[in-house]
């Protein structure tokens, strides 16, 4: 799960990815494209595609309120609570 999708997609812009456990949380066809591992060719292609699209930036920042650090460091406390 990588903080640079989060911070690109925070920002409007799409994440062209391989298909990981992590980019396939975050990363779907109105917030970016996702390819296989190591098929430099896809890749290659993904980036021109991506390029071309005309992205809604409203849309790719949507579902990303719960990333928020505000809420992350609630959770934590809470978590922590709990142990304690």
């Not at 109105?30 to 292609?45: C, E, V, Y």
Request: hydrophobic fraction near 45%.
């Amino acid at each position: 799960f990588g903080l640079v999708y989060i911070d690109a997609l925070s920002f409007g812009v799409p994440v062209v990815t391989t298909v990981n456990s992590g980019s396939l949380d975050l990363i779907d066809e109105q917030k970016g494209i996702l390819i296989p591992p190591k098929d430099s060719k896809k890749l290659a292609l993904a980036v021109i595609k991506a390029l071309n699209t005309k992205w809604n930036p409203e849309m790719i920042k949507k579902g990303l309120e719960k990333y928020h650090w505000e809420k992350i460091i609630i959770q934590y406390q809470m978590l922590y609570n709990k142990v304690i």
